[in-house]
């Protein structure tokens, strides 16, 4: 199950980035954080610490809340 959250964020994240047009080096750029750190969250490798959450969505310009706003699949 824990896999296939991360995976399920890491998708959810990739698709908020892609609809904002930025790279993952220009999401890393923007949050003060490394691009391979964007590139773990999306592969589903990475789990994410509280500062970061908020780091990424403030580079998003959204509320941290969205980027929990997903389901994940429980199949």
């Given amino acids: 199950m824990d896999d296939q959250l991360l995976a399920a964020f890491g998708a959810h994240i990739k698709k908020l980035r892609l609809s904002n047009s930025l790279s993952q080096e220009q999401l890393a750029l923007r ?19 509280v500062i970061n959450l908020f780091k ?13 706003d997903f389901k994940a699949d429980n199949k």
């Fill in 31 to 49: 949050a003060d954080i490394d691009r391979t750190y964007i590139s773990g969250i999306e592969r589903g490798k990475r789990n994410v610490s």
């Fill in 56 to 68: 990424i969505a403030d580079a998003l310009n959204i509320p941290a809340s969205t980027l929990l």
